[in-house]
């Protein structure tokens, strides 16, 4: 079970990592983000990326080098380069990894994202 502060700190995190990966996927000039793709990323795009995402690439933790707890670290990427292409998502590495498209991610072991997810992430 996840402590109270664990629990807080994640919460943070990913309020950042949502506004971030917001912006990115956006726009890549600084337009406002609107209240209401705010709310479906919170609603939908944020509980994939904590469910499936999250554990090995944020709160710390960034294996292959990708922190997606930040938009730089996003756009950034790691050793496989860029996590996130804005606005072209079909050309970002995180978009192909999670459709098994070459190194799967999540990798062996942990559930795969379905294809319903995945839509809502593109």
Same mark, same amino acid.
């Given at each position: 079970? /996840? ?5 807080? @700190?994640?919460?943070?995190? #990913?309020? *950042? ?7 990115? #996927?956006?726009?890549? @000039?600084?337009?406002? /983000?609107?209240?209401?793709?705010? %709310? ?7 509980? *994939? ?10 709160? $710390?933790?960034?294996?292959?080098? #990708? ?10 990427? $790691?050793?496989? $380069?860029?996590? &996130?292409?804005? @606005?072209?998502?079909?050309?970002? /590495? ?14 062996? $072991?942990?559930?795969? &994202?379905?294809?319903?997810? *995945?839509? %809502?992430? %593109?």
């Amino acid at each position: 079970m /996840i402590s109270m502060m664990s629990q807080h @700190n994640i919460l943070k995190r #990913l309020t *950042i990592l949502a506004s971030t990966l917001v912006i990115g #996927l956006s726009s890549s @000039n600084a337009q406002q /983000i609107s209240p209401a793709d705010q %709310e479906y990323f919170e609603a939908k795009i944020r509980p *994939i990326l904590v469910d499936y995402c999250y554990d090995c690439h944020g709160d $710390g933790a960034t294996k292959g080098s #990708l922190d997606l707890s930040s938009k730089a670290g996003a756009l950034a990427g $790691g050793s496989s $380069g860029p996590a &996130v292409v804005p @606005n072209d998502p079909g050309k970002s /590495i995180m978009i192909k990894r999670i459709k098994d498209l070459g190194d799967p991610m999540p990798p062996a $072991g942990k559930d795969a &994202v379905p294809d319903a997810l *995945i839509a %809502e992430l %593109e």
